[in-house]
């Protein structure tokens, strides 16, 4: 069985993100996506709304299951049995941190990382983006996935769960 592993901090997923879901669980039998700590990065939803968040939307998908991971990508990738890991390249300077890492994480673990091109209209997209116009009440429905903006909305705005310690445990 060919098994890929989609890790990501998720903070939280995005139309970018679903698009990478989409087009790599047809490529493999089975797509992870784990939920992970980007120790650069302060988590802004706990750990568990942003699995709940990943598995309705993934839920259409036979073959994708989500799982949060607190450790590192290559024990992740060797746990859940993946033969590659996939990441989405963004167009603005995705491409130096991605090829870095997937040259650490094939020198330490032997994982292979397949980089996919994101889809034009999700270029601009990123969580921390999400994050900021959902805080101050914005729109958000045309950047998360369909139905999700009140959710993310809740979870981030004035009395939501925002500010809490996000890290994967
Ligand atoms: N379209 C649009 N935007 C996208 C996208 C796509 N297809 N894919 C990702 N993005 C955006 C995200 O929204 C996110 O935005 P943000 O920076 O504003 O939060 C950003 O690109 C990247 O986020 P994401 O892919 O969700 O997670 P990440 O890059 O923070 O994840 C880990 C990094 C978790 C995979 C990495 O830190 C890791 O492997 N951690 C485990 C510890 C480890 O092994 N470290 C050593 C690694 S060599």
Redesign the pocket.
Known sequence: MKTLLY?????PV????M??IRRASALCDELVVAV??????RGALPVQKRVALLERCCALYGNVRVIA?G??????ARETGASAVV????PLG?FE?EY??AQ??RM?GGVETLL?T??ED??????????QIAVFGGEIDSLVPEGLADDVRAALGRGGEGGQDGSAG
């Not at 992970?36 to 990065?41: E, R």
């Open positions: 890790p990501g901090s998720f903070d995005t139309r970018g993100h698009d990478i992970m700590h980007n120790p650069d990065k991971h450790g590192l990508l290559i024990e992740c990441r989405g390249v963004r995705d941190t870095q890492m650490v994480n330490l996919m994101t889809c999700c270029a601009s997209i990123s969580s921390s983006i999400v994050r």
